[in-house]
C-alpha cells in the first residue's frame, strides 16, 4: 500500500529533503537540481507554518503555496512528499514516463495549488487569491515562491504595483535570491538591485533572510503575519546548496548526476 | 453589461475585473458590488492571472478589455493559467474586427478568433444582435468552461430573442448558396440578402465548438457556402474548411473577409469594410459572380 507519509511538522529535516531530491532526479535523468537545492529552507519552512490538515481537506480557508519557478518543482514534490502530501510511489515516478510529476508544477498533483513553469505566472495568480480571500473575508494567506532571474518578467511587477497598491496583506512572497538564473548571473544579465528598495517603493513590507535558515525564515513569516501591507521575503541562497560541487555551478541547471558523482552527492549529504 | 449586472445580482460568484476600459459604462457595477470588482488598471497579464486565483478562491471572473489587450497581450496567461486549468472565466472583448479602424492596426483585431481557437477548453462566441448578446449570457453566464465573447460595436436587432444560438437569418429556399457569418457581419449579409433574395444566412454566434448537428444538414442542403467574417481565414472560415474536410463533406466554400496583412493606411469600419468586400453591395457582387 502506498500510504501517505504522516511525517509530523517537527521531523522534516533539510538534509533528507535534498538526499530524496537527488535520488530523484538521479533516477529520471531531470533537469534544474540547483535550483531545487537552493529554495529547500524556503518551501521547509512555508509548509512548516501552514495548516497540513486544511491543505489536506482543501478547505476555502487553508493557506495557498505556490512555487512560481515551476521548474524547481522537485523541490516542492518532495517537500510535500516529506510532509505526507504525497506517497512515496509518486515521489519515485518524478519525470518519469506516464507520471503525473513532470518537470514542472502541475496542478494535476494532489494539492497543488497551481501549475506553473512559465515564469512570472504565479505572482499575478497569487495575488488573485489573495484578493479573493480578502473579499470572502477568509483569515488565509498566500505563500508564493518566486526566483530572482524570473523576476526579469514584468508581469511579476505589475502585479507588485497592483498588490502594494490595494495592500493585500495576506500574499507573501519569498523571493529565492540564488544570483544565477540559466546563462550566468542575475546581476550581469539583467540587475534587480536595489532589490528591498525597489519592493518597499511598490508598498511591500520587506524582510531580508538568510535562505538557508529555515528558522529564520519561519520566523519572518510568522512575524509578518499581521503586516498592514503584502510582504516580501527576500531569501539569499546558493544555488545548488548542500553538495559542494553543484553550488553556484551552472552547469547544475540542466545537469543530474549519474555515476561518481551521485555517490559523492549522497555522500555529501549524508556526512 | 445589462446582463452582467444582472448576473452578478443573481450569482455572488462573479467578480468583475477589467484592464481600464468602460468608462461611463462600468461604475453602476462598481458601486453595488465593490467587493466583487476591481480596475486592475492597464495591466492585462495582470488580470488574467489574477483571474485564475480568483477562481482558486471560488470566483467566477469575467474580465472585461479591449479585445486586442484582452487576448493578445496576455496569450500566455490565457493558455496556461485559463486554458490549462479549464478555469471558468469569461473573457469579454468590447471592439471586433474593424470597430477600431481609425485607431489603426494595434486597435482593430482580425486575429483574435484564429488565434485562440487553437487553445482547448476555451468556448469563442461571436454574438451577431442585441438578442444573441442575451442568448450568448445566457449559456455563458453558466461558467463551465473558459470563454471569450467577441463583441462588437454594433446595434443590430432581429426584433425576435434568438430560437438557438446559432440560426437562420434569413432563409431561401430556392437558393443553393449560404452565407454563414458571425458578429457584426451577420447585419451586413442580412442586409444583402434582403435586396437580393438569392441566398441564406445563417449566424454562428458559437464559433468553436461549431454546432455539428445545425451544420451538418445545412452542408447537405446548400452546395456552395460563403464565410463572411471580419476575420482573417484563421477564423470561422477555417473552422468551416476543417469540419468539411474532417467530414468528407464536398461543398464550395467561398471566403469574404480581410487579407491575411496590416492596413498601412487607416479606414472607419465601413470604410474598411468595403476594401474587403464585406459591405452588403460587395457581398450580393460576390455571390452573383458565383451563382454564375
New interface residues.
Given amino acids: 500500500m502506498n500510504q501517505i507519509q504522516t511525517s509530523s511538522k517537527q521531523k522534516v529535516p533539510n538534509a533528507d529533503i535534498r538526499r530524496t531530491i537527488v535520488e530523484i532526479v538521479h533516477n529520471s535523468g531531470a533537469a534544474h537540481i540547483g535550483s531545487a537545492l537552493s529554495c529547500i529552507e524556503i518551501l521547509n519552512a512555508v509548509f512548516k507554518n501552514v495548516d497540513l490538515q486544511k491543505i489536506k481537506s482543501q478547505t476555502?480557508d487553508r493557506d495557498?503555496v505556490i512555487l512560481s519557478k515551476g521548474h524547481a518543482t522537485a523541490a516542492l514534490y518532495t517537500v510535500m512528499y516529506h510532509h505526507g502530501l504525497l506517497n512515496r510511489d509518486e515521489i519515485y515516478s518524478y519525470s518519469k514516463n506516464d507520471s503525473l510529476l513532470a518537470g514542472h508544477s502541475s496542478?494535476h498533483v494532489p494539492f497543488v495549488?497551481?501549475?506553473t513553469?512559465?515564469l512570472?505566472?504565479g505572482?499575478?495568480?497569487?495575488?488573485?487569491?489573495?484578493?479573493?480571500?480578502k473579499?470572502?473575508e477568509?483569515p488565509a494567506r498566500v505563500f508564493v515562491i518566486v526566483g530572482d532571474g524570473e523576476l526579469h518578467e514584468?508581469?511579476n511587477w505589475?502585479?507588485f504595483?497592483?498588490a502594494g497598491h490595494l495592500k493585500i496583506a495576506n500574499l507573501c512572497v519569498l523571493i529565492d535570491r540564488n544570483n544565477l538564473q540559466q546563462v550566468g548571473k542575475v546581476e550581469v544579465t539583467c540587475s534587480i538591485e536595489p532589490l528591498k528598495t525597489k519592493l518597499e517603493s511598490f508598498n511591500f513590507n520587506v524582510f531580508e533572510s538568510d535562505g538557508h535558515n529555515e528558522k529564520e525564515i519561519a520566523e519572518k513569516i510568522t512575524n509578518s503575519k499581521n503586516s498592514s501591507q503584502p510582504v516580501a521575503i527576500i531569501c539569499q541562497t546558493t544555488k545548488g546548496k548542500g553538495i559542494s560541487f553543484m553550488e553556484n555551478n551552472n552547469l547544475w541547471h540542466y545537469r543530474a548526476p549519474q555515476g561518481e558523482e551521485y555517490k559523492k552527492a549522497l555522500k555529501e549529504l549524508t556526512s | 453589461m445589462k446582463k452582467l449586472h444582472e448576473a452578478m445580482r443573481r450569482d455572488s460568484r462573479i467578480f468583475f475585473l477589467m484592464g481600464d476600459t468602460g468608462f461611463n459604462l462600468v461604475e453602476p457595477i462598481f458601486e453595488e458590488f465593490p467587493e466583487r470588482t476591481l480596475n486592475v488598471g492597464v495591466a492585462e497579464q495582470n488580470m488574467i492571472g489574477i483571474s485564475a486565483g480568483l477562481v482558486n478562491a471560488g470566483f467566477r471572473p469575467v474580465c472585461y478589455a479591449i479585445s486586442n489587450f484582452l487576448t493578445q497581450r496576455c496569450f500566455e496567461q490565457i493558455r496556461n493559467d485559463i486554458c490549462l486549468h479549464n478555469y471558468p472565466i469569461i473573457l469579454a472583448g468590447t471592439s471586433a474586427g474593424f470597430d477600431n479602424g481609425t485607431l489603426w492596426a494595434t486597435h482593430y483585431i482580425v486575429e483574435d478568433i484564429g488565434c485562440l481557437k487553437t487553445l482547448p477548453n476555451i468556448q469563442i462566441y461571436s454574438p451577431s444582435s442585441v438578442e444573441s448578446i442575451e442568448a450568448v449570457c445566457d449559456e455563458a453566464f453558466n461558467f463551465e468552461k473558459p470563454a471569450y465573447v467577441r463583441i462588437a460595436k454594433s446595434n443590430f436587432s432581429m426584433g425576435r430573442k434568438n430560437k438557438s444560438l446559432d440560426e437562420f437569418i434569413l432563409e431561401n429556399p430556392t437558393s443553393s448558396v449560404l452565407v454563414i457569418a458571425h458578429g457584426k457581419m451577420v447585419k451586413n449579409a442580412y442586409e444583402a440578402a434582403n435586396t437580393s433574395k438569392n441566398f441564406s444566412v445563417f449566424a454562428v454566434n458559437k464559433i468553436k465548438p461549431l454546432n455539428a448537428q445545425k451544420l451538418t444538414p445545412l452542408f447537405n442542403k446548400f452546395k456552395k457556402i460563403v464565410v463572411v467574417e471580419d476575420n482573417f481565414k484563421s477564423g470561422l472560415y477555417n473552422s468551416i474548411c476543417q469540419f468539411l474536410a474532417e467530414n468528407k463533406l464536398k461543398n464550395d466554400v467561398y471566403f469574404i473577409g480581410p487579407e491575411e496583412e496590416y492596413e498601412k493606411h487607416i479606414g472607419d469600419p465601413k470604410h474598411l469594410e468595403e476594401k474587403y468586400g464585406l459591405m452588403p453591395d460587395k457581398i450580393n457582387q460576390f455571390i452573383s459572380e458565383i451563382v454564375g
Fill in positions: 476555502a495557498r496542478h495549488e497551481h501549475s513553469g512559465a512570472g505566472h505572482l499575478p495568480v497569487s495575488l488573485g487569491i489573495a484578493i479573493g480571500l473579499a470572502k477568509l514584468g508581469s505589475e502585479t504595483m497592483l
